[in-house]
């Protein structure tokens, strides 16, 4: 039977998490923000807070639906005190597939019995995290794109063991917060970024080799393919470190070397380059 869901947690509140929070608590769910430490929530109702001001200048959010949900929102650096009582988990923690493994095997412990454990991650097997798991039925991948609250796309992965009931669930939850959910299954990169980060990663192989500066790329791609933004100025808005992340993922468990890494890419992860986050990356966000 699908699960109804009104208990939102949300494990990390970083690029991802703050936005997944937000479209939840827009859409009537009760939200716990879980992070490492107090100033990372802070921050991130912060951003929340500027981001429903932006839709209510443009009048999609009325002063009263911002407050309400603002109000939906709670904060816990303790995860113990956040998922104990949650009907979904979306964890947004780091691109690390050892983290991800010990959050999931502890949810498991902390969440009711009948909970569904989501990961937003961007490359990572769900069937392997699920595996950590004694629920891997309800264990899915929810991959919401970033900006979380603009853009539309839920990519919902389906592990080995994933269950039509927990699918349905998410598929209908994904629509109820205004988004277009697409099934997939489980293969590294599934079909957002298995088809995304090859052609990021040919466009920083394309400015190592000098075909062009930056700017000339990515205008190339805006302008002649109609991408609303170039491939490096996607780069930036995602995080360097996240992509190099995704291209050894692909790399590695596809075995195949069109998927290596740009050394490029690497030099500029290496170097703290990160893109918009840390203000520089293939374009310069400082000032
Ligand atoms: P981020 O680095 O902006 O945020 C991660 C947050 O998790 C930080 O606030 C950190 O303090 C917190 N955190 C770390 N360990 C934690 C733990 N054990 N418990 C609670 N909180 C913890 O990362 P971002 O970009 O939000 O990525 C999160 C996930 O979403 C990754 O799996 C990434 O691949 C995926 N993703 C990222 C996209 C992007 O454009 N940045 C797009 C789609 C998916």
């Not at 716990?32 to 999609?60: H, S, W, Y």
């Not at 999931?104 to 392997?128: H, K, V």
């Not at 919401?144 to 839920?154: D, E, I, R, S």
Request: proline fraction near 5%.
């Amino acid at each position: 039977m699908a699960t109804e869901i009104k208990r939102v947690a949300v494990i990390g509140s970083g690029t991802m998490g703050n936005g997944i929070a937000h479209v939840c608590a827009q859409s009537g769910l009760e939200v716990a923000l879980v992070d490492l430490e107090a100033p990372f929530l802070e921050k991130a109702l912060a951003t929340i807070g500027k981001n429903m001001d932006r839709q209510v200048k443009k009048g999609a959010l009325s002063e009263e639906e911002k407050s309400k949900a603002l109000g939906r929102i709670r904060t816990a650096t303790d995860r113990s005190d956040g998922v104990g009582d949650a009907d979904l988990v979306v964890e947004a923690i780091p691109e690390r597939a050892e983290l991800k493994y010990e959050l999931f095997q502890d949810l498991d412990r902390l969440t009711p019995e009948g909970a569904i454990l989501a990961s937003n991650t961007s490359s990572i097997s769900i069937t392997e995290i699920a595996a950590r798991t004694s629920r891997p039925e309800k264990v899915i991948g929810m991959h919401f794109m970033n900006p979380v609250p603009v853009m539309q796309l839920v990519e919902v992965i389906r592990g080995l063991a994933t269950d039509d009931a927990t699918t349905a669930s998410v598929m209908e939850l994904s629509r109820a917060l205004g988004k277009t959910p697409v099934e997939v299954n489980d293969f590294p990169g599934f079909v957002s970024n298995r088809v995304l980060m090859p052609m990021i990663n040919e466009a920083v192989f394309a400015l190592m080799e000098g075909v062009a500066e930056p700017e000339a790329i990515d205008t190339v791609m805006k302008l002649g393919m109609n991408h609303p933004m170039g491939p490096l100025a996607l780069a930036d808005l995602i995080g360097l470190d996240t992509c190099l992340n995704i291209l050894e993922v692909l790399h590695r468990e596809l075995g195949d070397d069109r998927y290596r890494p740009c050394p490029l890419l690497r030099k500029y992860v290496a170097a703290g380059w990160l893109g918009r986050k840390s203000g520089r990356g293939f374009h310069d966000y400082r000032g």
